[in-house]
């Protein structure tokens, strides 16, 4: 598919490969997502975050969350910029679709610890995490720590 792309002009690999692989996510196409990052690596390019989190979420949409992880795992090993929170989130959701709740709240912690901020679209997967375990409590401090940071509801 990227050579066909490139014979057609569309440009650089890594931005046809992250539009595919976004694609296939929304088709439910996960396994040919992660053939297109696959595809992109065996070119030498390394997959950037926005490409990482477009396979994860490929995998999260697909209730894939082992391939997430590793997707995560690899994005953790890789030279380079650190994963992005986007890439955490995506790997969170993934968790979160797979009824680990728990892991999916451990993870976003981890992203926060890595330096990134935690915002609405962060908090709002926390708070599904929650109610997917009953947590009640738990969603009610998120939402006051919410309030404290001045993150919109």
């Excluded at 795992?73 to 955490?88: D, H, I, K, M, T």
């Excluded at 995490?129 to 947590?135: L, S, V, Y």
């Amino acid at each position: 598919l990227l050579d066909e792309a490139k014979a057609l002009g569309f440009g650089e690999d890594r931005f046809v490969a992250s539009a595919g692989i976004a694609a296939c996510a929304r088709g439910g196409r996960w396994p040919e997502a992660l053939g297109l990052l696959q595809e992109l690596r065996s070119r030498g390019s390394a997959a950037d975050s926005v490409t990482t989190a477009a396979a994860i979420s490929a995998c999260a949409l697909a209730a894939a969350w082992p391939l997430a992880l590793g997707l995560l795992e690899e994005a953790l090993r890789a030279e380079g910029p650190p994963p992005s929170l986007e890439v955490f989130g995506a790997a969170a959701s993934a968790l979160e679709r797979g009824q680990l709740w728990r892991e999916a709240l451990v993870l976003l912690s981890d992203a926060e610890a890595r330096g990134h901020s935690l915002g609405r679209q962060a908090f709002a997967l926390a708070l599904a995490a929650c109610e997917k375990g009953g947590a009640w409590a738990l969603a009610l401090s998120l939402l006051e720590d919410m309030h404290q940071r001045g993150v919109p509801l």
